[in-house]
């Protein structure tokens, strides 16, 4: 069996990539980069989602010597520009403060009406081997943002991002729910190929 490492610390995500390459029956022992606590995390010095997790994904294969899958993801709204982006997880000054980003949000675009509201979740999924040989897989979930955080599922903008042909927000629905539509999961379901292609 081949190994394959992700380079994050979150465990949800190593569950849900591992579900999506059990179903499409590769053969691929996937670990989380707790495997490896000696490696220090990459600095996030790109600016774009891909060339962070090309970043990510490059430093754990080269420090580890197997093939790593890396992904960053965000929030983009269009009345912003696009932001907040790649400084998602940091839109309020403290990484990883979910609540603070998203009351700033909402205070920024308190005067946005429902139809300027347009945003979407985006994902960029990398594989990188040791050899240096890279691919980037991107997915995205569109949506409108609410005015007021609704639901108690999910994490970060989830309670005020509502899909796309959806009644309810991101944080209401269940994790299968949200992983079928998801920007992460269409990202790491476009990585099934790319796998195939190059451990398989
Ligand atoms: P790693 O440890 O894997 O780096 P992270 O918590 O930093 O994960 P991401 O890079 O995947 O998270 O996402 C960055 C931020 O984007 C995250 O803190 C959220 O604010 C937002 N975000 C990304 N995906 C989201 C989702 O599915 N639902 C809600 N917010 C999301």
Redesign the pocket.
């Known amino acids: 069996m081949k190994r394959l490492i992700l380079a ?3 465990a949800n ?1 190593v569950t849900e990539l591992r579900a999506i390459l059990e179903e499409a029956g590769l053969d691929v022992e996937l670990v989380g980069a707790d495997a490896y606590p000696e490696i220090p995390d990459v600095k996030e010095t790109g600016v774009t989602f891909a060339e962070n997790a090309l970043l990510k994904a490059h430093a754990l294969a080269r420090a580890t010597g197997f093939p790593a899958v890396a ?5 983009c709204v269009d009345v912003l520009n696009g932001a907040p982006g790649i400084f ?2 940091r839109w309020a000054g403290t990484h ?1 403060d ?1 609540k603070a ?1 998203l009351d700033l949000l909402l205070a920024q675009l308190g005067d946005i009406a429902d139809e300027h509201r347009a945003a979407h ?1 985006a ?1 960029a999924a990398a594989l990188a081997l040791p050899d240096g040989t890279e691919r980037v897989v991107e997915g995205r979930l569109e949506g409108t943002l609410r005015h007021e955080p609704t639901g108690a599922g ?5 309670p005020i ?1 509502q899909p796309l042909g959806e009644t309810r927000t ?1 944080a209401e629905l269940t994790p299968a729910e949200k992983n079928a539509i ?3 999961g269409k990202a790491f379901r476009g990585l099934v190929p790319v796998v195939r292609e190059l451990l398989g």
Do not use: E, I, Q, W
């Open positions: 994050t610390r979150n995500k992904d960053d993801s965000g929030l998602s997880a990883g979910d980003n979740f994902c999910g994490f970060g903008y989830d991002l991101c998801s920007h992460r």
